[in-house]
């Protein structure tokens, strides 16, 4: 499994962005995506995970109602819309796979990581 991010940047506080996450590699379509950051001296935390076989998705509690993550109809890529950004955002956005069926935001389940994305919010 391959996964390339892309999308990130500096925005204004208020702003948004939309990350995108190429996968590539899968043998069907029982995987699960999921969205991480990590902020400098902080631990890597979930953000935003989806299901490919069925659509479920699940946000940690920080990014709910701003945050929404889909993914197209081929399947291949998964995308992250991130509004109403705050500073406290400011990571780096990483986007791993599982091998599954439900969405899930614990790390430990995930194998394959991208390299991925900054994203810097200014105030």
């Known amino acids: 499994v391959q996964l390339v991010e892309s999308g990130g940047g500096l925005v204004q506080a208020g702003g948004s962005l939309r990350l995108s996450c190429a996968a590539s590699?899968?043998?069907?379509?029982?995987?699960?995506i999921g969205w991480f950051r990590q902020a400098p001296g902080k631990e890597r935390e979930g953000v935003s995970s989806i299901s490919l076989s069925d659509g479920e998705t699940k946000y940690a509690d920080s990014v709910k109602g701003r945050f929404t993550i889909s993914s197209d109809n081929a399947k291949t890529t998964v995308y992250l819309q991130m509004n109403s950004l705050k500073p406290e955002d400011t990571a780096v956005y990483y986007c791993?796979?599982?091998?599954?069926?439900?969405?899930?935001?614990?790390?430990?389940?995930?194998?394959?990581w991208g390299q991925g994305t900054q994203v810097t919010v200014s105030s």
């Open positions: 590699g899968f043998a069907s379509d029982d995987y699960v």
């Open positions: 791993a796979a599982t091998w599954g069926l439900v969405a899930t935001l614990w790390i430990k389940e995930y194998r394959s």
